[in-house]
């Protein structure tokens, strides 16, 4: 009963919310039976077993139900859509502050699509199945009231109207535990189809380039083809169940009306009566109906619930459905301002710290390294080496197998927590910029008064580009950033972290996108501030010759550090990186030696 | 706002079509089970009217035996034709979905530049998905209610005209109603769908940078804006729920009316032309049945309501054109071609211009080299080339043809483009280097990947080439993935090759490795090199500087180089200055 608990935690976040929907929607179920007995008074007042009552009485009892039964409609949307609001929006807050607790690089273990497609449907499913325990409480409620009337006419047809009713619950407990594997199969189908769709319209200009939009659309006609196949058969099954529990009940009217012609023959059954049955009967098998499906979207809801935790590893069911405030009313607080660090950064250092990619060899092993107040620190290496991964490891962007890390001495247990603004600040190789402004990106909610964006624009050069832009630091950035060329992303990246003001920065291949000038005003803007401290991916020479140390990466491990001139001599790896990164052409040489000497000429 | 029935038609006609046999059939359950259900009242008749004395000789228990057996297959019948009728709406939704795709990917790139992956899929699924319901609905449940309606009125006339007329004004007035509250709730709908969608493209695109986010202490920012999406779309949740239970109130007061109509009717049949009570319970009966096909109308309808928003906003993504079109299928000169920019504008939008008055001319088989300061139109230069847009003004030519007069197919046959950015699809190896091509053979794969250098990565994958690579692609560098993307370009045989800063992300040791496959690409081939950095247009013949959108330098690099005044040279004299030191 785990998903009834976890349910019931749900519910009891908003409780008052809760009960107000359930009274009204209780109302809008059990009206009905009033629409009965009025039924059955008008049928005994034409066959003369209750006289007195007036045609008009009759039609304006029906005509008050019915308005009652609308008035408290209208009240049920206003209770039912905020509290469903509620429900989802609970479970989407904590599925996305869980993903946001996890270590950055290892977020989900899905593809965004993917984990989008949780907190669509999973999350609605939830919704649904809550606000349908309002209309279980109200059928059930329409079913005692019902029972009741009818004892009150024949208990011996009573029994039989019910019996049925048991027999397809029954049935429906002991079948619907099948319908999860063939649901989660279609889940999965779909999840597949939805991935699809987000990943090919996400590279669309590579599919474009490619010419690859015939055998895509055919792959992704594949996919769908194998959904529509699992979704029918989870249909097939639904509609099995279905057709079998409509028949069960009317199985049992057959027998009522064999019942009810005896009685009725010896005029202890009125056809009022008659029409009471046949019309609660007609209210209870959408009642039984309802309660079949319901129980099946209830076993249903197993696979959600652990669909949505799938998204979270490490997490609870508990931390799922955790209480956690929503802000959909009142004073929304702002985001809470970073504070200053009042120590700063003396030193880091970094020992024996090893990870490796679940499943893979590939990863770093026993890296130590050490960062004083005001170094210029680069790790360069080639691809494949680790130094992205060291530096995610050392941000707590992934969660690292083994080693230690201090913080001016003291142990960080959770860099990942720790390692933020105002102590570090990170520049991604591939950043992702916001669907917001350029200054909505660069401030990250603080406030203009708490961060320098002039300056912070100015230090990552990118002023020119501001200057091209028409609205300037309000130019809205699209989805990722597609407005803006490669270069400039970085670029605005770069001046996000610099409006951090933190005490360490740490850039992995900033200059990847940036031209040989950008790059080298940028350096020269970061190194003028006398409190930077820095560490860098790079294999660029002018990050290299700025180093206060290097540390050489090949295969996830340090092979060599040093300063340069230290380095070149005795590590060939450092060689070849040095004298990759220019091709000595005997032509560039031959031109250099001209520059030079027109200089030394005009001199 | 009015949705035109003919919209719903032509997607019905059009999408049914190839399975109108299966449509026959459905058809054919439809009008069985609905003749049953018709059949039931006249069974009760029967048996009441005989067990009040007023039928003597029936047999009761023969007549509710008949009852049950009729009821069972009714059931049975309703069940099978749901089955077929969701098999026919989600292959019909397939198809739809696949020419919507069709659609959309082709779409030029402006389009897909406002609209992210995230909307992409509530279009192509979330909407869709409701059209699936749609078609179901529609099919089954709203002609198979408004048959049964037009059934029961038949019968009501059959019974006496004066019921006949009473319940048909009953009828057609719930039918008024709720054809003129149909639309109503549309435009809540709409927005509805439209705030959802934002919501869940804001979700998709911040799951994607949990990086960024993380390390820079941008979790408050992110909750921050997460709360207020939420409190945006909360009254627009609010409204369309209200709207869509205004339809279900119009159907209970309309229901009880008719109720209220057969009461009448009948009391008053009843005292002056003196009817069984067996045709009173009949009358009722019938009103009664009217219930479930009025009141699925109703949900039906809301669900019609839902589509028409969906295919509001479909029929407005088919009706887009491509601004890049397919020419009229010129043929480009075999063999390397020339590339010639005849005063090139362009611009994104209407108010910018990133390229302003281009002109240039690359010889076949020559090397461009593309240098110029971040944005300033060098990748857009790129993408003219492939005809992801077209110039706003001036044409561009490829080996002397117009390339709009190309098809666009063809025409990237003959030009392949390596771009920084690598994207990579949760699929096999081979998929991801073919994009999804089977009929490139596995041998020409390994064959690239080893002249590549990653034959032995080939060989640690578990499963070869089905290995099926993440979408995050943590545990893959990003320069491995660069790796992947010069296979992508080598797998196929152009005329030109576009290298977008292509070896950025490779560490120079690596680079060498490939520079040697780079040569053999450029073999025989036009090429533009679009770089920041100097040595990697050493291979050039030609180069051309561009400053915001403006060529301000173009000419043989070689004779750059001598000429100590060209940009290209001071250019090399900044970017050498620690060397020169």
Request: proline letters at 3%; charged letters at 20%; one cysteine or more.
């Amino acid at each position: 009963m785990r998903t009834a608990k976890l349910i019931w935690r749900m519910i009891k976040y908003r409780p008052w919310l809760y009960i107000m929907n359930a009274l009204v929607w209780t109302s809008i179920h059990t009206i009905p039976v009033l629409t009965g007995l009025i039924t059955r008074a008008f049928f005994n007042s034409l066959t003369g077993e209750a006289a007195g009552l007036n045609i008009w009485t009759i039609i304006a009892m029906l005509v008050g139900a019915a308005l009652a039964r609308i008035s408290c409609i209208v009240l049920g949307a206003l209770t039912d859509s905020r509290h469903r609001f509620t429900m989802s929006a609970l479970l989407r807050n904590n599925m996305l502050q869980g993903i946001l607790r996890r270590p950055g690089a290892q977020s989900i273990p899905c593809s965004p699509g993917e984990a989008v497609s949780y907190f669509r449907e999973d999350a609605e499913a939830a919704e649904d199945i809550i606000s349908w325990t309002v209309d279980m409480l109200g059928t059930i409620a329409f079913c005692i009231v019902a029972v009741f009337v009818m004892v009150g006419i024949s208990p011996r047809i009573t029994l039989f109207v019910f019996l049925p009713l048991v027999v397809v619950v029954i049935i429906f407990t002991q079948a619907t535990h099948k319908i999860e594997a063939y649901r989660q199969a279609a889940r999965d189908a779909s999840t597949q189809v939805t991935g699809f769709i987000g990943e090919v319209f996400g590279s669309v200009q590579a599919v474009q380039v490619a010419r690859a939009e015939k055998n895509t659309i055919k792959h992704l006609r594949q996919l769908n083809d194998q959904r529509r196949k699992l979704i029918l058969k989870d249909r097939a099954f639904n509609l099995l169940l279905d057709s079998f529990s409509s028949n069960t009940v009317w199985v049992g009217t057959g027998f009522i009306l064999i019942l009810a012609s005896q009685a009725m023959q010896q005029g202890a059954f009125s056809v009022g009566d008659f029409a009471l049955f046949v019309y609660y009967l007609d209210w209870v098998t959408g009642a039984s109906e309802f309660f079949g499906y319901f129980l099946a979207r209830f076993k249903q809801m197993t696979v959600a619930f652990d669909r949505m935790l799938e998204i979270l590893p490490g997490s609870t069911h508990q931390d799922l459905v955790e209480h956690t405030p929503l802000h959909l009313d009142g004073v929304l607080p702002d985001v809470e301002p970073t504070a200053n660090d009042p120590e700063g950064l003396r030193e880091l250092v970094v020992n024996k710290l090893s990870f490796h990619y679940p499943g893979s060899e590939k990863g770093i092993s026993d890296i130590s390294l050490r960062i004083r107040q005001g170094e210029f620190v680069v790790v360069t290496g080639r691809i494949g080496a680790g130094k992205t991964t060291l530096l995610r490891a050392i941000l707590g962007l992934v969660q690292k197998d083994s080693g230690e890390l201090y913080w001016n001495d003291q142990p960080v247990t959770d860099p990942g927590s720790f390692l933020i603004p105002p102590r570090a600040a990170f520049t991604s190789q591939i950043p992702m910029l916001f669907s917001d402004t350029v200054k909505g990106n660069i401030l990250l909610g603080q406030t203009e008064e708490r961060i320098d964006v002039q300056s912070a624009v100015h230090t990552a050069v990118l002023e020119p580009d501001l200057q091209q832009l028409e609205q300037g630091l309000d130019t809205m950035v699209g989805s990722r950033g597609v407005k803006l060329s490669g270069g400039q992303v970085q670029r605005v990246a770069a001046a996000r972290m610099f409006a951090r003001n933190a005490d360490l920065m740490i850039f992995d291949d900033l200059s990847s996108a940036l031209d040989v000038e950008t790059e080298r005003l940028m350096w020269e803007r970061v190194f003028s501030k006398q409190s930077a401290t820095c560490l860098v991916v790079s294999h660029r020479r002018a990050a290299l010759r700025r180093a206060d140390h290097i540390i050489v990466l090949k295969d996830g491990a340090v092979i060599d550090e040093g300063k340069l001139d230290e380095l070149l001599p005795r590590c060939e790896e450092m060689r070849l990186l040095w004298h990759g990164d220019h091709a000595d052409s005997d032509q560039t040489k031959e031109a250099l030696r001209q520059l030079q000497s027109a200089g030394s000429n005009n001199n | 706002m009015n949705i035109p029935l003919k919209q719903y038609l032509q997607l019905l006609s059009k999408y049914l079509r190839p399975q109108w046999k299966r449509a026959a059939f459905l058809a054919f359950l439809i009008f069985v089970s609905l003749g049953m259900q018709l059949a039931k009242p006249q069974i009760l008749r029967v048996f009441i009217d005989a067990a009040m004395g007023n039928r003597p000789g029936a047999n009761l228990v023969a007549t509710a035996i008949l009852f049950m057996v009729v009821a069972v297959i009714t059931q049975g019948l309703i069940a099978y034709s749901r089955y077929v009728s969701e098999d026919v709406g989600w292959t019909a939704t397939n198809l739809l979905r696949n020419d919507l795709a069709t659609h959309c990917i082709s779409l030029d790139m402006s389009f897909h530049k406002s609209h992210t992956p995230g909307e992409m899929i509530e279009r192509l699924d979330g909407d869709i998905t409701k059209l699936s319901n749609f078609f179901s609905q529609m099919v089954v449940g709203i002609m198979s209610n408004v048959i049964l309606l037009l059934g029961v009125m038949i019968m009501l006339f059959r019974e006496n005209i004066l019921v006949g007329i009473g319940l048909s004004f009953f009828a057609i007035l719930s039918v008024v109603v709720l054809t003129y509250l149909r639309n109503i709730a549309v435009p809540y709908w709409t927005a509805e769908r439209q705030n959802s969608g934002m919501f869940f493209g804001f979700l998709g695109e911040h799951l994607s940078g949990t990086e960024d986010i993380k390390a820079n202490g941008a979790v408050g920012y992110v909750m921050h804006r997460f709360y207020s999406r939420l409190r945006e779309w909360l009254p627009v949740v609010r409204k369309a729920y209200l709207a869509g239970i205004t339809m279900w109130s119009a159907t209970i007061a309309t229901f009880t009316l008719g109720n209220a109509i057969a009461f009448g009717l009948c009391w008053y049949l009843w005292r002056t032309q003196g009817i069984t009570i067996g045709t009173v319970y009949l009358i009722v009966n019938y009103t009664e049945l009217l219930r479930r096909p009025i009141e699925q109308i109703r949900t039906q309808m809301q669900e019609l309501q839902r589509a028409s928003a969906s295919i509001t906003r479909l029929s407005g993504l088919l009706q887009l054109e491509s601004k890049v079109q397919d020419g009229a299928g010129a043929v480009l000169p075999v063999g390397p071609l020339s590339v010639e920019f005849a005063d090139v504008t362009f611009g994104y939008e209407d108010d910018d211009t990133v390229l302003k008055g281009v002109t240039f001319s690359l010889q076949p088989g020559k090397v461009l080299g593309l240098l110029g300061r971040t944005g300033s139109g060098k990748t857009t230069l790129a993408r003219l080339l492939l005809r992801l847009y077209d110039p706003t003004t001036g044409a561009l030519r490829l080996g002397g043809v117009d390339a709009r007069d190309t098809e666009l197919n063809y025409l990237r046959q003959k030009i392949t483009l390596v771009t920084q950015d690598v994207q990579l699809f949760q699929a096999s190896v081979r998929n991801n280097l073919t994009f999804f091509n089977p009929e490139v053979p596995d041998e020409q794969i390994a064959a690239v990947l080893e002249d590549l250098g990653l034959g032995n990565w080939l060989r640690s994958l578990p499963g070869g080439l089905d290995t099926v690579l993440n979408s995050g692609g943590t545990s893959f560098s990003a320069g491995e993935a660069q790796l992947l993307a010069f296979a992508r370009c080598f797998l196929v045989d152009p005329s030109v090759v576009i290298l977008d800063e292509a070896s950025s992300r490779l560490d120079p040791a690596t680079e060498q490795l490939i520079e040697r496959a780079i040569t053999k690409l450029l073999e025989n081939r036009t090429g533009v090199i679009i770089a920041h950095r100097l040595d990697t247009v050493e291979r050039a013949d030609d180069i051309l500087i561009l400053e915001q959108g403006s060529i301000v330098e173009h000419g043989p690099r070689l004779e750059l180089l001598k000429n100590p005044g060209s940009r290209f040279s001071s250019l090399l004299q900044t970017g050498l200055k620690e060397l020169l030191a």
